[in-house]
T-cell receptor, first 110, second 112 residues
């Protein structure tokens, strides 16, 4: 079992719709969770971090964390073509080490 | 504000040749520094991390090594490259007590 799992996609989303990305993790006592956006050929860019259960909103992005279910998600509202990228889920585990998922590719279609 | 630099941006090297990739961070002191490798279509693999000058922890046994000769400089090296060393090499930094990591622009290495 991978420590951080994501659906590889591609996730096709019409422009203006909501993109929903999911991530599960195996280390039950992980405390810190992150979403990175990575454009093709570029390095990952941190877009959201979340540390407690519930929702955290930043602009068009909402991160949701459920520690009991070991599940973290990212919602992108009013999706734009510029949101087309691969989104990486990252978890800082109980040893303080970062574990990354392989990423979900999002394609926003006009 | 903090800035992280990596060079070169791209590199094509023959099998068996040496490697030296450099990463520097500006605008912070005593950062934690990390080297990752991203193979095509795969997740990020942590190679090395450092919490201070001369302090290097290796995550994966391989023919690579890392050094931190100065507080804000992190170097990834190899004496003899393998085909399997091809990939996208990313340097990242974090504040000592912070959770968040920030990545440099990366170096794309192709070993032929």
């Amino acid at each position: 079992q991978k420590e951080v799992e994501q659906n590889s996609g591609p996730l096709s989303v019409p422009e203006g719709a909501i993109a929903s990305l999911n991530c599960t993790y195996s280390d039950r006592v992980s405390q810190s969770f992150f979403w990175y956006r990575q454009y093709s050929g570029k390095s990952p860019e941190l877009i959201m971090s979340i540390y407690s259960n519930g929702d955290k909103e930043d602009g068009r992005f909402t991160a949701q964390l459920n520690k009991a279910s070991q599940y973290v998600s990212l919602l992108i509202r009013d999706s734009q073509p510029s949101d087309s990228a691969t989104y990486l889920c990252a978890v800082r585990n109980s040893w303080g080490k970062f574990q990354f998922g392989a990423g979900t590719q999002v394609v926003v279609t006009p | 504000s903090q800035t992280i630099h990596q060079w070169p941006a791209t590199l094509v090297q023959p099998v068996g040749s040496p490697l030296s990739l450099e990463c520097t961070v500006e605008g912070t002191s005593n950062p934690n520094l990390y080297w990752y490798r991203q193979a095509a279509g795969r997740g990020l693999q942590l190679l090395f991390y450092s919490v201070g000058i001369g302090q290097i922890s290796s995550e994966v046994p391989q023919n690579l090594s890392a050094s931190r000769p100065q507080d804000r400089q992190f170097i990834l090296s190899s004496k003899k490259l393998l085909l399997s060393d091809s990939g996208f090499y990313l340097c990242a930094w974090s504040e000592g007590g912070s959770n968040e990591q920030f990545f440099g622009p990366g170096t794309r290495l192709t070993v032929l």
